[in-house]
Protein backbone atom coordinates (compact mmCIF):
# COMPACT_ATOMS: atom_id res chain seq x y z
CA UNK A 1 0.00 0.00 0.00
CA UNK A 2 2.45 2.26 0.71
CA UNK A 3 4.61 1.49 -2.15
CA UNK A 4 1.21 2.21 -4.43
CA UNK A 5 0.59 5.92 -2.67
CA UNK A 6 4.61 6.44 -3.12
CA UNK A 7 3.75 5.25 -6.86
CA UNK A 8 0.62 7.82 -7.14
CA UNK A 9 2.42 10.52 -5.44
CA UNK A 10 5.28 10.29 -7.75
CA UNK A 11 3.56 10.30 -10.78
CA UNK A 12 1.45 13.14 -9.49
CA UNK A 13 4.94 15.00 -8.66
CA UNK A 14 6.11 13.88 -12.51
CA UNK A 15 2.81 15.66 -13.80
CA UNK A 16 3.01 18.53 -11.41
CA UNK A 17 6.60 19.04 -12.75
CA UNK A 18 5.52 18.85 -16.91
CA UNK A 19 2.63 20.76 -16.63
CA UNK A 20 5.07 23.08 -14.93
CA UNK A 21 7.59 22.44 -17.45
CA UNK A 22 5.19 23.15 -20.12
CA UNK A 23 3.85 26.65 -18.15
CA UNK A 24 7.49 27.91 -17.95
CA UNK A 25 7.96 26.84 -21.42
CA UNK A 26 4.76 28.98 -23.00
CA UNK A 27 5.60 31.79 -20.39
CA UNK A 28 9.09 31.98 -22.03
CA UNK A 29 7.91 31.95 -25.56
CA UNK A 30 5.30 34.43 -24.99
CA UNK A 31 8.15 36.66 -23.16
CA UNK A 32 10.41 36.07 -26.13
CA UNK A 33 7.37 37.37 -28.33
CA UNK A 34 6.71 40.35 -26.31
CA UNK A 35 10.60 41.18 -25.80
CA UNK A 36 10.60 41.10 -30.07
CA UNK A 37 7.86 43.17 -29.69
CA UNK A 38 9.03 45.88 -27.68
CA UNK A 39 12.64 45.81 -29.40
CA UNK A 40 10.53 46.50 -33.11
CA UNK A 41 8.25 48.87 -31.20
CA UNK A 42 11.74 50.82 -29.76
CA UNK A 43 13.03 51.03 -33.26
CA UNK A 44 10.36 52.05 -34.56
CA UNK A 45 10.23 55.15 -31.98
CA UNK A 46 14.13 55.81 -32.89
CA UNK A 47 12.97 55.46 -36.45
CA UNK A 48 10.41 58.69 -35.69
CA UNK A 49 12.14 60.46 -33.31
CA UNK A 50 15.28 60.45 -35.95
CA UNK A 51 12.88 61.71 -38.74
CA UNK A 52 11.51 64.29 -36.68
CA UNK A 53 14.61 65.75 -35.62
CA UNK A 54 15.69 65.48 -39.15
CA UNK A 55 12.48 67.63 -40.24
CA UNK A 56 13.62 70.12 -37.16
CA UNK A 57 17.00 70.75 -38.69
CA UNK A 58 15.69 70.73 -42.56
CA UNK A 59 13.13 73.62 -40.86
CA UNK A 60 16.24 75.19 -38.85
CA UNK A 61 18.11 75.38 -42.10
CA UNK A 62 15.36 77.11 -44.28
CA UNK A 63 14.78 79.33 -41.07
CA UNK A 64 18.44 80.60 -40.72
CA UNK A 65 18.55 81.63 -44.27
CA UNK A 66 15.36 83.23 -44.70
CA UNK A 67 16.35 85.56 -41.27
CA UNK A 68 20.12 85.84 -43.06
CA UNK A 69 18.27 87.62 -46.61
CA UNK A 70 15.33 89.34 -43.74
CA UNK A 71 18.77 90.99 -42.07
CA UNK A 72 19.77 92.30 -45.99
CA UNK A 73 22.11 89.84 -46.84
CA UNK A 74 22.59 87.85 -49.25
CA UNK A 75 25.03 84.64 -49.78
CA UNK A 76 27.25 86.69 -52.40
CA UNK A 77 28.42 90.12 -50.27
CA UNK A 78 29.18 92.67 -52.13
CA UNK A 79 30.82 96.27 -51.82
CA UNK A 80 32.72 97.08 -48.44
CA UNK A 81 30.95 94.54 -46.31
CA UNK A 82 30.15 90.44 -46.37
CA UNK A 83 27.86 87.96 -43.92
CA UNK A 84 28.23 84.37 -43.43
CA UNK A 85 26.12 82.83 -41.34
CA UNK A 86 25.31 79.05 -39.88
CA UNK A 87 22.74 77.38 -38.18
CA UNK A 88 22.55 74.82 -35.93
CA UNK A 89 19.12 72.85 -34.36
CA UNK A 90 19.89 72.19 -30.68
CA UNK A 91 17.63 68.92 -29.48
CA UNK A 92 19.18 70.01 -25.72
CA UNK A 93 18.01 73.48 -25.92
CA UNK A 94 14.74 72.80 -28.71
CA UNK A 95 16.05 75.79 -30.26
CA UNK A 96 17.16 77.12 -33.60
CA UNK A 97 19.85 78.32 -33.25
CA UNK A 98 22.26 80.69 -35.96
CA UNK A 99 25.47 82.89 -35.79
CA UNK A 100 25.80 85.70 -37.82
CA UNK A 101 29.11 87.28 -38.28
CA UNK A 102 29.72 90.74 -40.65
CA UNK A 103 32.94 92.08 -41.47
CA UNK A 104 32.80 95.86 -42.71
CA UNK A 105 35.99 97.33 -44.38
CA UNK A 106 36.19 101.37 -44.43
CA UNK A 107 39.18 104.11 -44.60
CA UNK A 108 41.65 101.70 -43.62
CA UNK A 109 39.99 99.66 -40.34
CA UNK A 110 38.18 96.10 -40.71
CA UNK A 111 35.24 95.92 -38.28
CA UNK A 112 33.76 92.25 -37.54
CA UNK A 113 30.56 91.96 -35.57
CA UNK A 114 29.42 87.94 -34.16
CA UNK A 115 26.15 87.42 -33.33
CA UNK A 116 24.34 84.07 -31.80
CA UNK A 117 20.67 83.99 -31.70
CA UNK A 118 17.57 82.03 -32.21
CA UNK A 119 16.42 82.33 -35.66
CA UNK A 120 12.70 81.94 -35.03
CA UNK A 121 12.37 84.17 -31.91
CA UNK A 122 15.41 86.72 -32.86
CA UNK A 123 16.56 86.53 -29.69
CA UNK A 124 20.12 87.34 -29.03
CA UNK A 125 22.13 84.68 -26.64
CA UNK A 126 25.83 86.43 -27.44
CA UNK A 127 27.21 89.58 -29.58
CA UNK A 128 30.62 90.55 -29.95
CA UNK A 129 32.16 93.60 -32.22
CA UNK A 130 36.13 93.51 -33.13
CA UNK A 131 38.07 95.99 -34.46
CA UNK A 132 41.41 95.94 -36.40
CA UNK A 133 42.73 99.32 -37.75
CA UNK A 134 46.05 101.03 -38.06
CA UNK A 135 45.23 102.88 -35.35
CA UNK A 136 44.42 99.87 -32.71
CA UNK A 137 47.78 97.97 -34.30
CA UNK A 138 47.71 94.70 -36.09
CA UNK A 139 45.20 92.55 -33.73
CA UNK A 140 41.67 93.11 -33.63
CA UNK A 141 40.43 94.74 -30.58
CA UNK A 142 37.36 93.69 -28.59
CA UNK A 143 34.95 96.68 -28.45
CA UNK A 144 31.88 94.93 -27.17
CA UNK A 145 31.17 91.29 -25.75
CA UNK A 146 28.44 90.07 -24.23
CA UNK A 147 26.83 86.83 -23.35
CA UNK A 148 23.30 86.58 -22.38
CA UNK A 149 21.96 83.07 -21.36
CA UNK A 150 18.78 83.85 -19.98
CA UNK A 151 16.82 87.19 -20.71
CA UNK A 152 17.10 88.03 -17.31
CA UNK A 153 20.88 87.55 -16.94
CA UNK A 154 23.91 89.34 -18.82
CA UNK A 155 27.52 89.18 -18.95
CA UNK A 156 30.35 90.57 -20.13
CA UNK A 157 33.24 88.51 -22.05
CA UNK A 158 36.74 89.68 -21.89
CA UNK A 159 38.16 87.63 -24.76
CA UNK A 160 36.84 86.41 -28.22
CA UNK A 161 38.12 82.45 -27.25
CA UNK A 162 35.28 83.07 -24.02
CA UNK A 163 32.67 84.05 -26.32
CA UNK A 164 33.41 81.29 -28.63
CA UNK A 165 32.98 78.85 -25.79
CA UNK A 166 29.74 80.28 -24.70
CA UNK A 167 28.34 79.76 -28.89
CA UNK A 168 29.95 76.43 -29.04
CA UNK A 169 27.70 75.28 -26.16
CA UNK A 170 24.53 76.52 -28.07
CA UNK A 171 25.87 75.18 -31.43
CA UNK A 172 27.16 72.38 -30.79
CA UNK A 173 24.57 70.39 -27.99
Known amino acids: MVWGSLK???????????ISTVALVFVLS?????????ERLEEQVKSEQSKAVTSLREKCASQAHLRFVQLGYNDQGGGSSFAIYSNHYSQ???RC???????????GSMTEEHFLFDA?????????TQLTSKDV???????????????????H???MAEYDRFVANYMEH
Open 120 to 128: YEQRTYAEA
Open 30 to 38: SNRGLAKRV
Open 8 to 18: VALVGASAVAL
Open 92 to 94: AFS
Open 157 to 159: CAT
Open 97 to 107: FMTLQTTTFLA
Open 137 to 155: GPFPRLMVCRLVPSSTTER
